[in-house]
């Protein structure tokens, strides 16, 4: 206890442990909840693009989600099956088509494709040039725009510090878990992804992460294969007990506005079985 002198001249007791204990929980709250707001990023100068995607190459990713009408998905899927494929394989045009799937837990009817454009904007700009004067692929769109409710795509670059995605042999489960960052935290979510990919590569299961550029912006995907459900949550569970995964999954929640899981099963011409 401490004592104090009052304008009388008395001396008044005051209950200094249980007072000052309140002040040292009321400090750590204070702390603690400025922490989730408040991050201290260093000035620069360069555009976060710039700092985060990878510099040895010049890929541009677009990501595509079609929201398909429920009696015509399987209809939807042979025509995918039957067009993308060509695009893919034909060497006229400079784009690769990553993944195609079926979102099997998460949003219902709906099909993702992920493409890769080598030569950044002017690979893109050449593919959309050339695909107006194919008139395979302009009777696909028509078809196609009579079974959709719905579609939306992204333009994005891939992290540096993620593997490129690369064809894999299945079966396979994919997750592609979305993020919507707070303004701002895009390279603070790279600092920490940066460590925390090391520990989540152990089994295989990093596909591949990836950024906005256009879009809905401040968007983060990242793209993991596993042989099943069980496996993923293993896969998932076993990353918690790997130094410094509670500590990057701490100071990272704080940045996300909202995020979102779809688990999904590839198609059958996907390169990503």
Not at 189 to 206: D, K, L, M, P, V
């Amino acid at each position: 206890n401490f004592r104090k002198i009052n304008n009388n001249g008395l001396h008044l007791l005051s209950p200094s442990v249980s007072f000052l204990n309140s002040l040292s929980l009321s400090a750590y709250q204070d702390s603690w909840f400025k922490s989730l707001f408040v991050r201290k990023v260093d000035p620069r100068k360069d555009a976060h693009s710039h700092l985060l995607a990878k510099k040895e190459d010049n890929n541009l990713y677009k990501i595509q989600f079609h929201n398909v009408k429920p009696e015509c998905l399987d209809a939807y899927n042979e025509l995918c099956e039957d067009v993308l494929p060509s695009i893919h394989a034909d060497p006229e045009y400079p784009c690769e088509l990553v993944g195609t799937w079926n979102t099997w837990y998460g949003e219902q009817d709906q099909a993702v494709h992920l493409w890769r454009y080598r030569g950044g904007y002017p690979a893109l700009t050449e593919v959309m040039n050339k695909l107006r004067q194919n008139k395979k692929f302009m009777d696909y769109r028509n078809e196609r725009g009579k079974m959709l409710l719905s579609r939306r795509n992204q333009l994005l670059l891939e992290f540096s510090f993620w593997n490129e995605p690369v064809p894999r042999p299945g079966p396979n489960i994919y997750e592609l878990r979305s993020y919507q960052l707070r303004p701002g935290t895009m390279i603070e979510w790279g600092n920490y992804w940066a460590r925390a990919i090391e520990i989540r590569q152990q089994n295989q299961e990093a596909v591949g992460g990836f950024f906005s550029q256009i879009g809905s912006l401040y968007t983060v995907h990242h793209l993991w294969a596993y042989k099943d459900l069980q496996s993923r949550e293993n896969t998932r569970n076993a990353a918690w007990q790997r130094d410094g995964w509670d500590e990057i999954v701490y100071y990272t929640v704080p940045l996300i506005q909202h995020m979102e899981s779809r688990i999904m099963i590839p198609m059958k011409t996907s390169p990503l079985k």
